[in-house]
C-alpha cells in the first residue's frame, strides 16, 4: 500500500468506517469538477458520482462534490452493513465500502464475494476482489490496485 495512503487511513481511523471509506474513494478516484465519461462509458463527476443527477454541461463546486461523496459511501455503507452477516472490523466495513462504491450495489449484491462472507470464508471473500479488474473486458491498472488496497484493508484481523 502507498505510504501516503496508508498514513491517511492512520489519521482517519478513529473516525470510524464512514471516515475511513472517504479517503479510500478520495484517493482511488480523485475529483473531476466537471462530468466526463469514465473507462466503461459512464457519465460520472466529482469523486467517481454516477447516477441521473448528473448534468454534463454544469460544474461542480468542491462542497457539492463533498455532499455527493458523502451521500455515495452512506449509500455504500448500508449495503454492507445490511447484505453482510458476518462480523468485521471498521476496517474491513471500509474496504468493502469502497469496493460497493466502485462497483455497485446489484453487482455486490449479487456477487460470489458475499456468498463467501456470508459463509464466513473471509479469506475468500477478500481474495474475490482481485476478480473485479476488468472495464469491457480489459484488466485497468488502476482497479488492480485499489483491489490491491481493499484486499489488504479486507484481511485485516484475519489469521
Request: proline share 3%; net charge neutral; with cysteine.
Amino acid at each position: 500500500m502507498n505510504p501516503e495512503l496508508r498514513k491517511r487511513l492512520i489519521q482517519a481511523s478513529s473516525g470510524g468506517a464512514l471516515l475511513l471509506s472517504s479517503v479510500l474513494v478520495q484517493w482511488h478516484e480523485g475529483v473531476r469538477h466537471a462530468p466526463y465519461h469514465d473507462g466503461g462509458g459512464v457519465l460520472t463527476t466529482c469523486y467517481g458520482h454516477t447516477g441521473p443527477d448528473v448534468v454534463s454541461t454544469r460544474r461542480y463546486t468542491e462542497e457539492e462534490c463533498r455532499e455527493l461523496l458523502d451521500s455515495d459511501i452512506s449509500a455504500a455503507l448500508s449495503v454492507v452493513e445490511r447484505s453482510v452477516t458476518a462480523s468485521l472490523t471498521e476496517i474491513q466495513k471500509a474496504a468493502l465500502a469502497s469496493f460497493v462504491y466502485n462497483v455497485g450495489s446489484g453487482a455486490f449484491e449479487r456477487s460470489t464475494l458475499l456468498k463467501k462472507l456470508n459463509a464466513a470464508d473471509i479469506l475468500g471473500a477478500c481474495d474475490e476482489m482481485r476478480r473485479w479488474v476488468y472495464v469491457d473486458g480489459w484488466v485497468w491498472k488502476g482497479l488492480v490496485s485499489r483491489r490491491n488496497v481493499e484486499r489488504e484493508l479486507c484481511l485485516q484481523g484475519q489469521p
